[in-house]
C-alpha cells in the first residue's frame, strides 16, 4: 500500500497504458477473423477506402486550425499579467493543444480502422452464428472504447507529471500548480474542437448519403437500403464509419478529458491534509477513470450469448451493469483511502463519504438517462408503436408523432438531471457535481464498446445485402443493428447527460478563475446573454440540418443521373459509380462543418472579451440549457423514427391488419426516418461537443477577462447612525427630543 501511494501518480498513465495494450491484443484478434470471399472484400475495401479519404481530407483541413489556434495560444501563455492581475499561463499550452487534438484525432481513427475490418468479419460470422457475429462486432465496438478511454486517461495522466516537473509544484494550492491545469486546459481545448468537426463533418457525411440511399433507391426505385445496385450504398455504409464511430469516438474523448479537467480544477480549489502532498481531490477523477478502464474490460466478459433465440441486448445490459456496479464498489474504498475526512470548497464543508454518494448519484443518473432513452427509442416499446400506428393515416401524421415521441422525451431526463445535480451539490458542493459526471464517465470505455459495435453490425448487414447472402445471414445481422440502433441512442443520451454535468463543473471552475460570484439575470446584459446563449443551439441546428439537406439534395440527382445514364444497373449488368456519391459527401462535409464550428469557438471569446465575464457567464448557461434539451429531443426522435421504419421489416399490426416493407404506412416510415437522420446523427449528438465546447473557451479566457482583483489595502467605511430618544410626561406630551449623531469607523 505504501508503494501504491508514493508512486499513485505514475499508477494513473499506467491504467490508460493496459487499456492500450488489451485494445491492440483485441485489434489483432479481429484482423484474425475470417473476411469472408473476394466479393464481400471488395465491398468492404470500397468503405475502408471510403473512410480514409474522407478523414484524410478532414485532417487537412483541421491541421490548419490546429496550427492557428496553437499560435494564439502560444501567445496568450506570453502575456504575464492584464490590469495588474498576474496571469497564471505559459506558452506550452500550445504544445498540450496539439497533443489534445492528435489524440483526440487518432481515438476517431483507432475506432474506425477496425470498425472497417471488423464489419466484414461479422458478415461473415453471420454465416456460421448470432453468436460468432455478436463476439466479432462486440470485439470491434470495444477496441474503440479501450482506445478512447486508454488515450485519454494515458494523455492526461502523462502530460500531469510532465507538467508538474515542468512548472516545479512543490504545493497543491500554489500558483505553479494552477499553471500546471491552466496549462492542462490546453489538452481539453485540442480534444474537445476536433470533436465537434469530427462530429459535424462526420453526421453531415453520412446522412447525406442516407437520405440520397433512400429517397431514391428505397423510394423511387423500390431497392433494399444497401441493394449494391444503389450508387448511393457505399457512401451510406462509409457514413456509419465516419460519423457513428470516428465522430463518436472523438466526442466521448472530448467528454471524458473535459470532465476529469474540470474536477481538477475544483480539486486544486480545496485545500486539504492528505497522503499524497494535497493532491488527493486533484488525483481522485484520474484515478476513478483509470480504474474504470479496468472494470469496462472485466464488464465485456459477461456480453456473450448462448444460441439463436438468446437477447443480444441482455447480454450487453449485463456487461454494462457489472462494469458500473464493480465500479460503484471501488470508488467506497478508494474515496476512503484518498480522501481525508472533511474538505471544503468555497465555504461549502463535506465529508469524504459525501464525494462517495456524489459519484454514485452520477453513476445512478447515466443509468437511469441509458434507460429512458432505451424506452423512448427501441423497437416494441410504447413511443416507437405511436408512431407505427400513426404512419397508417400518411407521411404527416408519421412526421407529427415522431416530434410528439421526441419532446415528451425531454421530460424525465431533464428531471434525473435536475435531481442529480442537486443531490450531488447536497452532497459534496461543486466537486460533487463535478465528481458525480467523473463517476458516470468512469465506464465510458464499456459504454463506447456498446455504441460502436451498432454502426460495425450495420455495416455487417449492408455487406451481407450488397453480397447477396443467404436470408439467414441478413437476419442475424438485423437483429444486431435493431439493438444497435437502441444502444446508439442510449449511448447520445448518456453523452448529453454527461455533458450537463460536465459543463456545470467547468462553468463552477469558469466562475472562480473569472472573479465574480454570482450570475445576476436581473441585470440586463446578462439577461442578453442568457437570450444569446439560448438561441445558438438553434441556429447550430438550422446550420447542421441545412448541410444535410443540401448534400443530400446533391446526392440524390447523382444517383438519379446514374440510374438514367448508366444502363443495366438494375439488371446487375452495370456496376454503379460508387465513387463518385463518396466524393459528394465528402466535400460537402468539409465545406458544410466550418460555420457550425465556428460559431462554437468564436461566440465566447467575442461576447467574453466585448462584454466581460458575468455577461458571458449568462450566455453559458443560455447555451446549456436549450442545447441539453434540443440534444435529447433530436437524438430521441430521430431514433424513434429510425426503428418504428425498421419494424416494418419484421410485419407491423396497425388497426387488426399486418404492414410490411413497400406498404404505405412503411412509406411513411420512411420519410419519418429521413427527416429524423440529420437529428439523430448530425445536430443532435453534436449539442452535446456544443455545450463543452463553448465552456472549455472560456475557461481557457476567463484569466484574462477576469474582474480586477480586490487589493489587500486598507479601506474606510463611513457609517452614519442617528438615534432619536424621546420622553413623555404623564398626559403623554414630548418633553425631551434628543437627537444623537454617532460615526464610527471601520477598517478593514
Not at 499550452?93 to 475490418?117: D, E, P, R
Not at 446522412?207 to 431497392?223: R, S
Not at 455487417?460 to 450488397?466: L, P, T, W
Amino acid at each position: 500500500m505504501d508503494f501504491l501511494q508514493n508512486n499513485l501518480l505514475y499508477v494513473i498513465p499506467a491504467l490508460g497504458l493496459i487499456g492500450i495494450i488489451v485494445m491492440m491484443i483485441k485489434s489483432a484478434w479481429v484482423s484474425k477473423q475470417d473476411a469472408g470471399d473476394k466479393n464481400m472484400q471488395e465491398l468492404a475495401g470500397y468503405i475502408a477506402d471510403g473512410a480514409m479519404a474522407f478523414l484524410k481530407a478532414e485532417w487537412r483541413v483541421l491541421s490548419v486550425f490546429v496550427v492557428f489556434t496553437a499560435a494564439l495560444l502560444a501567445y496568450s501563455g506570453t502575456i504575464t499579467e492584464i490590469n495588474g492581475v498576474a496571469m497564471h499561463s505559459s506558452w506550452i499550452i500550445s504544445i498540450s493543444f496539439i497533443i489534445g487534438a492528435v489524440f483526440s484525432a487518432t481515438a476517431g481513427y483507432i475506432g474506425m480502422k477496425v470498425a472497417t475490418k471488423a464489419n466484414v468479419r461479422t458478415t461473415q460470422a453471420a454465416r456460421t452464428s448470432l453468436k460468432q457475429a455478436l463476439k466479432v462486432s462486440f470485439t470491434g465496438g470495444t477496441v474503440m472504447g479501450l482506445g478512447v478511454a486508454g488515450l485519454a486517461v494515458l494523455g492526461l495522466g502523462g502530460l500531469f507529471i510532465v507538467f508538474l516537473q515542468l512548472f516545479h509544484v512543490t504545493n497543491a494550492n500554489s500558483t505553479e500548480m494552477r499553471t500546471a491545469i491552466e496549462v492542462l486546459t490546453g489538452f481539453s481545448l485540442g480534444a474537445e474542437s476536433i470533436a465537434l468537426f469530427a462530429r459535424v463533418g462526420g453526421g453531415i457525411y453520412t446522412k447525406a448519403a442516407d437520405v440520397g440511399a433512400d429517397l431514391v433507391g428505397k423510394v423511387e426505385a423500390g431497392i433494399p437500403e444497401d441493394d449494391v445496385r444503389n450508387p448511393a450504398t457505399i457512401a451510406d455504409n462509409v457514413g456509419d464509419n465516419v460519423g457513428d464511430v470516428a465522430g463518436m469516438g472523438a466526442d466521448l474523448f472530448g467528454s471524458y478529458v473535459a470532465t476529469i479537467l474540470a474536477t481538477m480544477v475544483l480539486g486544486q480549489e480545496i485545500s486539504v491534509t492528505d497522503k499524497f502532498g494535497g493532491m488527493s481531490p486533484i488525483l481522485l477523477p484520474m484515478v476513478i477513470c483509470g480504474l474504470g478502464i479496468i472494470f469496462s474490460i472485466i464488464g465485456t466478459w459477461f456480453v456473450t450469448i448462448k444460441d439463436e433465440k438468446s437477447n443480444v441486448q441482455n447480454a450487453l445490459n449485463l456487461g454494462n451493469w457489472s462494469s458500473i456496479i464493480i465500479t460503484a464498489v471501488v470508488s467506497f474504498f478508494v474515496v476512503k483511502w484518498m480522501l481525508p475526512e472533511t474538505l471544503s470548497l468555497r465555504g461549502y464543508e463535506f465529508s469524504s463519504i459525501n464525494v462517495f454518494y456524489a459519484i454514485m448519484v452520477g453513476l445512478v443518473v447515466g443509468t437511469i438517462m441509458s434507460i429512458v432513452t432505451e424506452y423512448f427509442t427501441a423497437m416494441g416499446k410504447g413511443p416507437v408503436n405511436s408512431i407505427i400506428q400513426q404512419s397508417s393515416t400518411g407521411h404527416a401524421t408519421n412526421i407529427i408523432a415522431g416530434l410528439s415521441v421526441g419532446m415528451k422525451s425531454t421530460v424525465i431526463p431533464i428531471l434525473v438531471l435536475a435531481g442529480g445535480i442537486m443531490s450531488s451539490y447536497h452532497f459534496a458542493g461543486l466537486y460533487g457535481v463535478a465528481i458525480a459526471a467523473a463517476g458516470m464517465m468512469a465506464t465510458t470505455a464499456m459504454q463506447l464498446a456498446i455504441d460502436a459495435f451498432g454502426p460495425i453490425a450495420d455495416n455487417a448487414g449492408g455487406i451481407a445485402e450488397m453480397s447477396q447472402l443467404p436470408p439467414e445471414v441478413r437476419e442475424r445481422t438485423d437483429n444486431l443493428d435493431a439493438v444497435g440502433n437502441t444502444t446508439a441512442a442510449t449511448g447520445k443520451g448518456f453523452a448529453i447527460a454527461s455533458a450537463a454535468l460536465t459543463s456545470l463543473a467547468l462553468f463552477a471552475a469558469f466562475v472562480g478563475i473569472a472573479g465574480i460570484s454570482a450570475i445576476d439575470i436581473y441585470k440586463a446584459p446578462v439577461l442578453a446573454g442568457l437570450f444569446i446563449g439560448g438561441m445558438i443551439p438553434f441556429i447550430f441546428s438550422a446550420l447542421c440540418i441545412q448541410a444535410v439537406g443540401k448534400a443530400a439534395m446533391d446526392m440524390v440527382q447523382e444517383v438519379r443521373r446514374q440510374f438514367r445514364e448508366i444502363p443495366g444497373i438494375m439488371e446487375y449488368k452495370a456496376k454503379p459509380e460508387y465513387e463518385k456519391c463518396v466524393a459528394i459527401s465528402t466535400k460537402a462535409s468539409i465545406r458544410e462543418m466550418m460555420m457550425p464550428g465556428a460559431i462554437a469557438l468564436i461566440t465566447p471569446i467575442i461576447i467574453g472579451f466585448t462584454f466581460g465575464p458575468e455577461v458571458l457567464g449568462g450566455l453559458l448557461a443560455g447555451v446549456t440549457v436549450t442545447g441539453v434539451l434540443m440534444g435529447i429531443f433530436q437524438s430521441n426522435a430521430g431514433g424513434a423514427w429510425d426503428n418504428a421504419k425498421k419494424s416494418f421489416e419484421q410485419g407491423c399490426v396497425i388497426n387488426g391488419e399486418t404492414f410490411y416493407k413497400k406498404s404505405e404506412p412503411h412509406k411513411a416510415s420512411v420519410t419519418g426516418d429521413t427527416v429524423g437522420d440529420p437529428f439523430k446523427d448530425t445536430s443532435g449528438p453534436s449539442m452535446n461537443i456544443l455545450i463543452k465546447l463553448m465552456s472549455i473557451v472560456s475557461l481557457v479566457i476567463a484569466p484574462y477577462i477576469a474582474v480586477k482583483a480586490v487589493t489587500s489595502e486598507h479601506k474606510q467605511e463611513v457609517r452614519k447612525e442617528i438615534r432619536i430618544q424621546q420622553k413623555t410626561d404623564s398626559q403623554g406630551n414630548t418633553i425631551i427630543d434628543t437627537l444623537t449623531n454617532t460615526t464610527d469607523t471601520l477598517t478593514h
